[in-house]
């Protein structure tokens, strides 16, 4: 069994592959303050709560947007788990080609989550991420990543929202019943949800007119593709493990290149 860690600005997803099956996955909150000791006995409980034992898995990979916890989560792995993961990052091998100005500005998620769309959708794509930021992916008809656009996330602008106002509530991200609100809460909703989904339909629009390219596949992945998602037209499929599917692959490649 290995260990795949996708560490993002909000949270950490984890998940455990025996093979290409999944075993467990789950998040918890980055927290830049906790020690590799305290993420390690985190991690050592919820496996053993999930009955799987810690010394059954033989190696890990990691793709993190965080630099501050690198360090971190790697230490977490020596001490607690018994190997050194893979971190993704320059020297490892993704086979994917980036045609944009610096190749080194592109996230490791973005990366991860354009090889994983491509080996099990094909291509041309665009893939949407909904996480802390909303990235969209732009896959070309040979199978290139040739850019994107980074636009703000779900959780973010809510947050801006009610930090910049005295008199706005909090509330729950969720599709209210009509656009036209009723009432402060549901107004807010409204905004949020269906001018999101206004956002990407509008983008993924445009996108598709500047690809020149037909049978464009868009695949939606993220915390929030499953509330949204639905809503967007155009949107082909929603794939929440993109990411840990696209690391437990990368893993596996790399593996197998270490050892010819």
Do not use: W
């Not at 950490?12 to 999944?22: F, M, N, P, Q, R």
């Not at 993924?204 to 929030?224: D, H, P, S």
């Amino acid at each position: 069994m290995i260990l795949c860690l996708d560490v993002g600005n909000t949270n950490i997803k984890y998940a455990v592959y025996e093979g290409s099956t999944l075993k467990i996955s789950f998040r918890i909150a980055t927290e830049y303050k906790r020690t590799s000791d305290e993420y390690g006995g985190q991690l050592i409980s919820i496996l053993c709560n999930n009955g799987i034992d810690a010394e059954q898995i033989k190696g890990g990979i990691i793709s993190s947007v965080v630099p501050q916890l690198d360090y971190t989560l790697d230490r977490m792995c020596q001490t607690y788990l018994k190997f050194k993961p893979l971190m993704l990052g320059p020297g490892l091998k993704t086979g994917m080609n980036l045609l944009v100005d610096d190749a080194k500005e592109v996230g490791a998620d973005r990366v991860v989550n354009n090889v994983a769309a491509v080996k099990k959708y094909g291509y041309p794509l665009i893939i949407i991420d909904f996480g802390t930021a909303t990235t969209f992916n732009v896959i070309d008809g040979k199978g290139r990543f040739i850019g994107g656009v980074i636009a703000p996330g779900i959780k973010g602008s809510l947050d801006s929202l009610v930090n910049g106002t005295a008199k706005l509530p909090r509330v729950e991200i969720e599709r209210p019943k009509t656009v036209i609100g009723t009432n402060t809460v549901t107004n807010m909703q409204s905004g949020i949800f269906y001018g999101f989904a206004g956002l990407v339909e509008y983008l993924v629009k445009r996108i598709k007119r500047e690809m020149k390219t037909e049978g464009v596949k868009v695949i939606a992945t993220g915390g929030f593709s499953e509330i949204i998602a639905h809503e967007i037209s155009g949107i082909d499929e929603v794939d929440k493990l993109l990411t840990l599917e696209g690391l437990n692959y990368l893993y596996h490649l790399n593996s197998t290149e270490a050892e010819k």
